[in-house]
């Protein structure tokens, strides 16, 4: 199991924390912040694939399919998955369980992306990860702050 200070991945993301994690138009969800990101990540892939890493409920993913990018993600927490899989079926966004400091997933990606929103804080970063196992070049930045 993942911890994190002490603190165990799935007491952080558990089915209460993924329930409440979408705020459709507020926060890190608001047009201003995710449309720009989107925009740039989906200018990053072209016309290739894109793997996300802490791919949660979907909240970069699900746009990013809807712009034609082939998304697949990896995600530790099931809780999170089931959340995007009300959005997005297995078929249109395929997840890979497990740490995605560990996990790989099948195919080859021209953008591996991490969307790092802190729980308990106003910054959310979505930035490429590279990994020996994905092997295509890392693309990229794209920062999301918000008050």
């Given amino acids: 199991m993942a911890r994190t200070a002490g603190v165990q991945q799935e ?3 558990d089915v ?3 329930q409440n994690y979408d705020t459709p138009g507020a926060g890190m969800f608001a047009p201003e912040v995710l449309g720009p990101a989107v925009d ?3 200018e990053l892939a072209g016309s290739g694939s ?10 970069v993913a699900v746009p990013l399919a809807e712009r034609g990018v082939s998304v697949t993600g990896i995600e530790l927490s099931r809780p ?6 009300t959005k997005a079926d297995e ?4 997840v890979v369980a497990g740490d995605m400091a560990a996990a790989t997933a099948p195919g080859k990606y ?5 969307g790092l929103p802190a729980r308990r804080s106003s910054v959310a970063v979505t930035m490429p990860v590279s990994g020996a196992s994905h092997r295509s070049p890392p ?3 794209t920062a999301s702050v918000w008050p």
Avoid: H, S
């Avoid at 894109?50 to 909240?59: K, N, S, Y």
């Avoid at 999170?80 to 899989?85: C, E, F, I, K, S």
């Fill in 11 to 13: 007491e952080i993301w």
């Fill in 16 to 18: 209460d924390a993924a």
């Fill in 40 to 42: 740039r990540l989906a």
């Fill in 50 to 59: 894109a793997l996300e890493f802490a791919i949660g409920t979907g909240r």
């Fill in 80 to 85: 999170m998955v089931d959340q995007l899989r």
């Fill in 91 to 94: 078929a249109t966004i395929p």
């Fill in 110 to 114: 021209t953008l591996r992306a991490v």
């Fill in 139 to 141: 693309l990229g930045l």
